[in-house]
């Protein structure tokens, strides 16, 4: 079971970035899929979560109307599409598939991990 995540980077405040969660079929087809962060000093928190089938998704207020989680079954890949972001924003950002179709906000919910990319937001 893997994770990976991957297009974190270096953005000034309002810019775009796209992350990017592949995982192993086996683990991604009907599984949920959530994103976290966790900034220094900070606990991890929930960022947006997807259903097995894309149908559901939920999100943090602190995200909410400027990041968009989506995924493609077929690739295997999760997205979080993140606009507009904020200083408040930058974190180590963690992807994870949970043992259900349908998933929450805890962290609990989630099994397995991805190793996390880093996101860094200048003022």
């Known amino acids: 079971v893997q994770l990976q995540a991957s297009g974190g980077g270096l953005v000034q405040a309002g810019g775009s970035l796209r992350l990017s969660c592949g995982a192993s079929a086996r683990t991604s087809s009907n599984n949920a899929v959530g994103w976290f962060r966790q900034a220094p000093g900070e606990e991890r928190e929930f960022v947006a979560t997807?259903?097995?089938?894309?149908?559901?998704?939920v999100y943090a207020d602190s995200v909410k109307g400027r990041f968009t989680i989506s995924r493609d079954r077929a690739k295997g890949t999760v997205y979080l599409q993140m606009n507009s972001l904020k200083t408040e924003d930058m974190a180590v950002y963690y992807c994870a598939a949970a043992l259900r179709s349908f998933a929450g906000a805890e962290v609990t919910e989630y099994r397995y991990w991805g190793q996390g990319t880093q996101v860094t937001v200048s003022s």
């Open positions: 997807i259903s097995w089938n894309g149908g559901s998704t």
